[in-house]
């Protein structure tokens, strides 16, 4: 069992739904991801926190909003997204440095935007 | 941002071939990883490759880094129907910020 957990797994929205995806770990770790990935393709990194704060934004569109509410907790807020912004959204977590380059993933929540 | 290439992209095999992933940069890694995901689930790590030259085994499969820590190869021996999924190359440009080669998809039919 994956010790990143996200929720929902799955998730359909309209493009004028505002929701949330979540992601905890209790691994002690102080760095957390977002990850998207599309069909047959790699994950393409979103956003990266490191001791609760924002240290990486791939330039992601404003309609994606991170949160790190505390070391434990992942959140992207999620309003007004477009049907090709469909994909598995994965959330992984690491020790500061990864020292190993270890990365744990959760299983992903696979969003639909209709 | 340093890339990583990976080849083949797609590979469809029959059960009891051996294979070989490559994982290409023109940039130095201080470490490379080897992930593993299945359709529905995240990435898996496999290894991490550290020193230029490494040489590591898990079972049937076999994971080297090159001398000038570059690139890195995966070799699957007498591969299996449950060797299927994607097999993603990662590193670490600095500071948390991973990135992930294209992939390779495997298929191994029985």
């Known amino acids: 069992d994956t010790e990143v957990t996200q929720t929902p797994k799955h998730l359909v929205m309209g493009m004028t739904n505002k929701k949330s995806l979540k992601c905890e770990q209790h691994?002690?770790?102080?760095?957390m991801y977002w990850y998207k990935q599309k069909a047959k393709k790699p994950p393409e990194l979103m956003f990266v926190?490191?001791?609760?704060?924002?240290?990486i934004n791939e330039s992601v569109p404003s309609r994606f909003s991170p949160e790190c509410p505390n070391s434990s907790l992942l959140n992207l807020h999620l309003h007004a997204l477009q049907p090709e912004d469909s994909a598995l959204y994965l959330c992984?977590?690491?020790?500061?440095?990864?020292?190993?380059?270890?990365?744990?993933f959760g299983e992903g929540s696979r969003l639909t935007v209709l | 941002t340093q890339l990583l290439e990976q080849s083949p992209q797609f590979l469809s095999i029959q059960e009891g071939e051996n294979l070989t992933v490559y994982c290409n940069s023109s940039?130095?890694?201080?470490?490379l990883q080897w992930y593993r995901q299945e359709p529905g689930e995240g990435p898996v790590l496999l290894v991490t490759?550290?020193?230029?030259?490494e040489v590591k085994k898990l079972k049937r499969l076999t994971f080297q880094f090159g001398d000038a820590r570059k690139d890195s190869s995966l070799h699957i021996t007498a591969a299996q129907p449950g060797d299927t999924g994607l097999y993603l190359c990662?590193?670490?440009?600095?500071?948390?910020?991973?990135?992930f080669g294209a992939g390779t998809r495997l298929t191994v039919k029985p």
């Open positions: 940039s130095v890694f201080s470490s």
């Open positions: 990662a590193g670490e440009n600095n500071n948390n910020d991973m990135r």
């Open positions: 992984a977590s690491s020790q500061v440095p990864t020292i190993t380059g270890e990365l744990f």
């Open positions: 490759v550290v020193t230029g030259g």
């Open positions: 691994m002690g770790h102080r760095a």
């Open positions: 926190y490191s001791y609760e704060k924002l240290s």
